[in-house]
């Protein structure tokens, strides 16, 4: 049985803009960029968002995240 998550890794195709949607809107600490990448966190859990422009030719209903947030609603 699944307890918990530690870190989670995501390829995105424009690096700028996913730090500014997890940053800004969900309000994840940005704890470290370099340029194909960052490192995101929140209590007991890291994000890092990886740049993939390879990933731009996936389907777009391969590429959700289920998540909760007042503000996204």
């Known amino acids: ?3 918990g998550l530690n870190h989670l890794t ?3 195709t ?3 803009r996913s730090v500014s949607f997890y940053h800004d809107l969900l309000q994840l600490r940005l704890d470290a960029t ?12 890291w994000l890092c968002l990886s740049l993939d ?3 731009a030719s996936a389907r777009s ?3 959700r995240v289920g998540k ?3 503000r996204c609603v």
Request: aromatic fraction near 6%.
């Open 1 to 3: 049985m699944l307890t």
């Open 34 to 45: 370099w340029d194909h990448g960052a490192y995101l966190s929140l209590p007991g859990l």
């Open 68 to 70: 909760e947030c007042p």
């Open 14 to 16: 424009d690096l700028p």
């Open 10 to 12: 995501l390829a995105v």
């Open 61 to 63: 209903e391969e590429r």
């Open 53 to 55: 422009p390879l990933r």
